[in-house]
């Protein structure tokens, strides 16, 4: 009989529910989309802050202090530990390679332009965006257009392979050197290294690249132009990582003092954790010969950002709760008002007052229920809405959401009715049941 | 051979801050009595049945229904009391709107004891509306509404039957349905109370109790 009344109650006085409902749907789809955006926001923010730039600089192990006058390195190449390209690839094996969003190698030398013999340059080699076998993905694509989205170039990119087909190699200038050697996008230039052995090459200038970096000042080509002008084949002297790290927190800091500090539990759990730091460590036992360093600042910011956007999410997730906790408060009360005589009439037939608690809490647990539901498909969308309009991709639907949202609105549910439900304890039959119609 | 006694009332009082509604009711009812209250607007009668159904508490005087002394009883108990001994109608119908009249009598079960639908749908026919058991009170005229409040009243089996006006928002021919089954129902033997202004009602009860400002002014056989 109980749930015939509770059914009956919903089908023939659903007028009575829908704005109840409603106010549930409204606080559901709006908690739906920001807890879907919470989780997903940690992973968007740090793609999004991955446009600031790479988070880990792998080097040699030997790296020799780099002889460096003016920014322009004077150290003989020969002398120098390099990495192995053909070792690359290993850093998109790890085991958080899912983690490694990009990274590109860099490989510089000391050159001068022909016809400009006093201002001794350098030229850098890198990959631009390249395809890279990876074990596992064979569309994996890399490069610094990937790994520093901020590089702008002004007319083309070069090309990946260098000279060919007797067609002058392409390069990119530095917005400040094109200033200086008043070079613009179609320049053909001959460029020599200064070394006892000089070799020289043409090239045209494919654009003018600023980066607000020392790369302004310098000249850009493909890894294998350069690797070619400086006679060194497959190697490169430094790569930047780019890497979906989580924010540094007490145990990482632990770590980062001294990993001999940490129990093996707690190095398991490090190790375990996309901190920069293990991921870092992860690369050094994948190549061999490196020194793989994060760049803190880069690190410890995209964590302070993410932290403090999450914070803010909960915050207006609880403002949520409680504005429509409030709201169904008070449509519990007038629907308390309305079903006086309802109330009062179960009273006289002899309901215990919890029997009557009993049916008004369930009508609300099944508010909450169903406001629930249609909240999570409501707040689905509008997290793909506001995903979309602020970091301009789709937000992933976390599963989680659905059970704990209609946890979350039952709860909204009864607690909005329970204050007011203490009315049907002072709600005395005789009174209402005698109304002069 | 006289009947036991059902109901009875030794200084029933009711006061509200400084009315006093009801003052010194002292009145005995037996099985199978019909009584009618009357008196003026204001006079307490309705005061008089909220105390008499346990619908609400005496402020002094003793009030034995049924053999059990109700006066001093906790509103728990007084729950119990209107759930196994009495049947109520009221002047507003009041029937849980979105529940049919079939369910309507049966909410009656359910808080009693339990439901059984047989049960229910015999004492709707009972009162002639055997035929309409699936209908919502919205579809149901003020008449037919009256006799599902009637059924509901009569489903437990109560000891007594009080009714407030139970034709005060009736028109003449569906008074005079409900009439007829009170008159079946004293037939049957039930106990009756009835409070109403219509002397018609009154004719043919057993007994007449008049209140004027709260006490009984006049109270004798009809007959
Ligand atoms: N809760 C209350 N608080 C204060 N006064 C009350 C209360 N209930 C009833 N009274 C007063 O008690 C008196 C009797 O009221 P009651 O409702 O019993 O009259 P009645 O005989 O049923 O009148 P009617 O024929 O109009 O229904 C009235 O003066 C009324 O104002
Ligand atoms: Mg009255």
Redesign the interface.
Same mark, same amino acid.
């Given at each position: 009989?109980?749930f !015939?009344?509770l059914r009956?109650?919903f089908? !023939?006085?659903w007028r009575r529910k829908a704005l109840a409902t409603a106010t549930i749907v409204l606080s559901a789809s709006l908690i739906t989309a920001l807890m879907n955006i919470s989780i997903d926001v940690g992973d968007k923010m740090s793609r999004e802050m991955k446009s600031y730039g790479a988070n880990i600089n792998v080097v040699p192990k030997s790296e020799a202090i780099p002889l460096e006058i003016g920014g322009v390195d004077y150290n003989p190449l020969k002398d120098r530990a390099f990495i192995n390209e053909a070792d690359l690839p290993r850093i998109k094996e790890i085991f958080w390679h899912n983690n490694i969003v990009g990274f590109a190698p860099f490989l510089k030398t000391g050159v001068v332009i022909s016809g400009k013999e006093k201002k001794r340059i350098n030229l850098i080699g890198t990959w631009f965006d390249r395809q890279v076998p990876i074990s596992g993905d064979d569309e994996y694509r890399t490069g610094i257009k990937l790994v520093s989205p901020y590089w702008q170039v002004r007319g083309e990119w070069p090309n990946e392979q260098g000279a060919q087909n007797g067609m002058p190699g392409e390069v990119l200038a530095g917005a400040l050197l094109a200033r200086e050697l008043n070079l613009k996008a179609g320049d053909q230039i001959t460029v020599r290294t200064g070394d006892k052995a000089p070799r020289e090459e043409n090239f045209v200038v494919k654009g003018i690249l600023t980066t607000g970096g020392a790369e302004e000042k310098a000249l850009v080509a493909s890894l294998a132009t350069v690797q070619r002008l400086a006679g060194l084949a497959g190697k490169v002297q430094s790569v930047s990582v780019s890497a979906l790290t989580v924010p540094e927190d007490r145990l990482s800091r632990k770590a980062r003092h001294s990993s001999d500090s940490l129990d093996s539990a707690e190095y398991d759990r490090w190790y375990c954790t996309a901190y920069v730091s293990s991921v870092s460590l992860q690369i050094e036992e994948a190549i061999p010969n490196v020194t793989s360093r994060p760049i803190w600042q880069v690190a410890a910011g995209e964590g302070a950002v993410v932290n403090k956007i999450q914070l803010l999410m909960i915050v207006v997730t609880i403002a949520a709760f409680i504005a429509s906790g409030l709201g169904i408060s008070s449509l519990t009360v007038t629907t308390i008002m309305e079903r006086a005589?309802?109330i009062?009439?179960?009273?006289?037939?002899?309901?215990?007052d919890w029997?009557v608690y009993l049916l008004f809490l369930s009508e609300s647990a099944v508010v909450g229920v169903v406001g629930g539901l249609l909240g999570c498909v409501a707040g689905a969308g509008l997290s793909q809405i506001i995903g979309l309009s602020i970091f301009g991709s789709t937000v992933s639907f976390s599963p989680i959401v659905i059970p704990v949202n209609i946890a979350v609105s039952v709860l909204i549910a009864l607690s909005g009715s329970l204050m007011p439900s203490r009315l049907i304890t002072k709600l005395?039959?005789?009174e209402v049941?005698?109304?002069r !119609? | 051979m006289a009947k036991k006694i059902v109901l009875e009332t030794k200084g029933l009082t009711k006061r509200f801050g400084s009315v006093t509604p009801l003052d010194s009711i002292n009145m005995q009812v037996r099985e199978g009595e019909w009584v009618a209250i009357m008196g003026p607007s204001g006079s307490g009668k309705t005061t008089m049945l909220n105390l008499l159904s346990c619908l609400d508490a005496p402020s002094a005087g003793e009030y034995i229904l049924d053999g059990v002394a109700t006066a001093t009883l906790t509103e728990k108990q007084r729950v119990a009391v209107r759930r196994e001994k009495i049947g109520l109608i009221f002047q507003q119908f009041h029937l849980v709107p979105y529940l049919t009249a079939l369910e309507n009598v049966m909410l009656a079960q359910y808080y009693h004891s339990m439901i059984d639908s047989k049960d229910a749908e015999q004492a709707l026919a009972h009162v002639g509306l055997g035929h309409r058991t699936g209908h919502l009170p919205s579809q149901l005229s003020g008449g037919e509404q009256q006799r599902v409040c009637i059924a509901r009243a009569l489903i437990n089996q109560p000891a007594i039957i009080l009714a407030d006006e139970p034709t005060g928002n009736l028109d003449e021919a569906n008074e005079e349905v409900v009439l007829d089954l009170f008159k079946g129902l004293h037939r049957e033997g039930r106990t009756i109370i009835l409070v109403t202004h219509n002397p018609e009602l009154a004719e043919f009860s057993d007994r007449v109790v008049r209140l004027q400002h709260g006490r009984v002014v006049h109270d004798e056989s009809a007959h």
């Open positions: 009989m109980f !015939r009344m009956q109650s089908f !023939r006085g005589r309802e009062g009439l179960m009273k006289a037939l002899g309901a215990a029997e005395y039959p005789a049941l005698h109304g !119609r | -």
